[in-house]
């Protein structure tokens, strides 16, 4: 289909699987993008959350979009939706995340000329599990991604595995720093007197998907009460969430019974939880750059993660973090018994680490430039540099 024109002047349009994920780790970008003069329109599905973008000035366009279905037939109609809207918004550049936004949304863009903008921001369960669906979404991968303006990677390693695989060249590519944080917003005030609460606890912040590590964690839990009945472990997260691997809400309140885990539910303002936790744990088999990891950094939080890729962005063994093998409840627990085992000074210089770490590379001013700098290139007709 040939391709159209596009205005300037139109807007530029943001599209992810959930509304939620906009407000949550987007609302930096979108404020930078208002302050210099675009209009913003999010293109996702209607939830909660919608309020909460409207009023930041962001419009919303409500789109049908199953997170965990595998059905072609609602995927075509997922395309044709992303067409239909598009035309009649005629954005400037059309920026997205997670798979579906990043395969359908971008396939409909580039067949009306509209530049594309793409950010992987994990591989998820369908690069985990190596299979017949692993297959499927590369090929889709390749196909959606060949005209895009830029694709923004938050790792190397998930970098190099779409170019060695040949889902996009290497010339298209480009490295981004997560979503990054407002150093504002998420600082390690008081940090060295909690470092003395009594009793400890650990905390996971993280959708309840067995990927995450959630299983690992109340293993492992058990395992370090055994011999340290005064720890606390912390869990915080959604439920009931739409994922193939979402952890059922009846596990999760038979660990509860048990005294295994402290459930504490879904919270819109995370930081009360993370300045109240000794250390932040996140046992995930992969990531991209790992929310979590990122404010509890900031924070100025010891950490303690998987020895994979997306984690050790952050997560640094002998500098902020005890680092354990994926999929493995003993390793984690040895790690955790190794935080534990620190003496509450050392665990206020890993604290100071991360902060330091976050300061340095994560700042979410860095981030909104760079996507500024896409759109400009993209607009322009340019890769990236």
Not at 247 to 253: L, W
């Amino acid at each position: 289909m040939p391709g159209l024109s596009v205005p300037t002047s139109g807007p530029i349009v943001l599209s992810i699987n959930t509304t939620w994920n906009i407000v949550n780790f987007r609302s930096g970008l979108v404020r930078r993008l208002r302050a210099e003069g675009y209009r913003v329109v999010a293109v996702s599905p209607a939830d909660a959350h919608v309020a909460v973008l409207t009023a930041m000035g962001v419009e919303h366009v409500d789109i049908a979009i199953d997170n965990k279905g595998v059905s072609p037939l609602r995927d075509l109609a997922l395309l044709r939706d992303y067409r239909r809207i598009l035309a009649d918004l005629r954005p400037a550049a059309f920026l997205g995340w997670t798979i579906k936004p990043n395969v359908w949304g971008s396939l409909a863009a580039h067949s009306l000329g509209i530049p594309v903008i793409n950010n992987i921001s994990g591989l998820g369960t369908a690069f985990i599990k190596v299979g017949l669906l692993t297959r499927i979404v590369r090929r889709l991968y390749r196909t959606a991604l060949a005209r895009s303006a830029t694709v923004f990677f938050q790792n190397r390693h998930d970098r190099d595995l779409f170019v060695a695989q040949r889902m996009v060249r290497a010339a298209r590519t480009a490295l981004l720093p997560g979503s990054g944080i407002d150093l504002g917003d998420f600082t390690p005030a008081g940090v060295e007197a909690e470092a003395e609460v009594t009793p400890f606890a650990f905390l996971m912040v993280a959708r309840l998907l067995r990927d995450k590590g959630v299983v690992e964690y109340a293993d492992a839990a058990r395992i370090v009460r055994a011999s340290r009945p005064d720890a606390r472990f912390r869990l915080l997260g959604f439920l009931d969430v739409a994922n193939r691997t979402a952890v059922d809400r009846a596990t999760v309140e038979g660990w509860v019974r048990e005294g295994a885990i402290d459930y504490l539910g879904e919270a819109a303002d995370v930081r009360p939880y993370l300045a109240a936790a000794s250390a932040v744990v996140l046992p995930s088999y992969r990531e991209g750059m790992p929310r979590s990891l990122l404010e509890a950094a900031a924070m100025g939080k010891p950490l303690v993660a998987t020895d994979v890729p997306g984690c050790t962005e952050i997560a640094r063994a002998g500098e902020n973090a005890f680092l354990c093998a994926p999929r493995d409840a003993r390793s984690l627990a040895d790690a955790m018994l190794a935080m534990l085992a620190l003496t509450p000074e050392a665990r206020m210089a890993m604290g100071r680490n991360s902060r330091a770490i976050a300061e340095r590379e994560f700042d979410v001013a860095i981030i909104e430039a760079r996507y500024l700098d896409a759109i400009e290139r993209a607009m322009r007709g340019k890769t990236p540099v």
